[in-house]
């Protein structure tokens, strides 16, 4: 069963406008964690954002914020003011804990953020 | 400031043969992440290291493929008759223990695997 649904292949946003990037889970677990991030065409993952099952506020990072609906199972990205080096695929994926002390993630199959001029 | 590094970036190779990637990571880190990425795909999860022990493998972890961290330091992964359907990128991350809760992976540039 997929665990981490990102539904949007592909987005285009305007330059200097904001966009939401969807992301559903899905876990019987009380703790865990949901993180973004950022793959360029040079193939590196670049950490985004965090926000922890507990947390009770939204995450945010200078440009990015989570908005955290936990009833829903949803970790939405916004990206605020977009710039042209946006343009990437995004990520959203879960930490589990293995039960061995592995705390692996589990990634959803992205979505191609496009930034226009 | 020295990241999470992978060699060699890429990797041709032919059917039949066997290949292997390094990884280092940040040197602080314990944990050692290996996952495979396939075209239009989300990473998946191969095998985890803490310091020198293998303590997880994925279903996906075939008996073609090995993992070692010998000295809990650097890792190599080794993937032995390569098959066309190994044609992947591979990622390599790290972390270091129960980092305030965020246990966040620090990724590698990948190895990028092409089987001809």
């Known amino acids: 069963a997929q665990k981490i649904t990102q539904t949007q292949p592909g987005m285009f946003v305007q330059e200097k406008e904001a966009v939401t990037l969807d992301c559903t889970y899905d876990?019987?677990?009380?703790?865990?964690?949901l993180f973004w991030y950022k793959q360029p065409s040079s193939g590196e993952m670049i950490f985004l954002i965090y926000?922890?099952?507990?947390?009770?506020q939204n995450a945010t990072e200078g440009r990015y914020s989570l908005n955290f609906q936990k009833a829903r199972k949803s970790a939405n990205l916004v990206i605020s003011a977009s710039q042209l080096g946006d343009s990437a695929m995004y990520f959203c994926?879960?930490?589990?804990?293995?039960?061995?002390?592995?705390?692996?993630?589990?990634f959803g199959k992205g979505t191609k953020l496009s930034v226009i001029p | 400031d020295t990241g999470v590094s992978q060699n060699p970036r890429h990797k041709i190779t032919k059917r039949g043969q066997n290949v292997t990637f390094r990884c280092d990571p940040i040197?602080?880190?314990?944990?050692l992440y290996w996952y495979r990425q396939t075209l239009g795909q989300g990473p998946e999860f191969l095998t985890y290291?803490?310091?020198?022990?293998?303590?997880?493998k994925s279903r996906l972890l075939s008996d073609r493929f090995s993992a070692e961290r010998p000295k809990g330091s650097f890792s190599t992964l080794e993937i032995q008759r390569t098959e066309q359907g190994d044609s992947a990128m591979y990622l390599c991350?790290?972390?270091?223990?129960?980092?305030?809760?965020?246990?966040?992976?620090?990724f590698g540039p990948g190895t990028r695997l092409t089987v001809t």
């Open positions: 991350a790290s972390s270091l223990p129960n980092t305030g809760g965020y246990h966040e992976q620090y």
């Open positions: 876990t019987s677990d009380q703790s865990y964690g």
């Open positions: 926000q922890g099952s507990y947390d009770e």
């Open positions: 994926a879960m930490r589990e804990y293995s039960g061995a002390g592995s705390y692996q993630l589990t």
């Open positions: 040197s602080e880190h314990n944990r």
């Open positions: 290291f803490q310091n020198e022990a293998q303590l997880e």
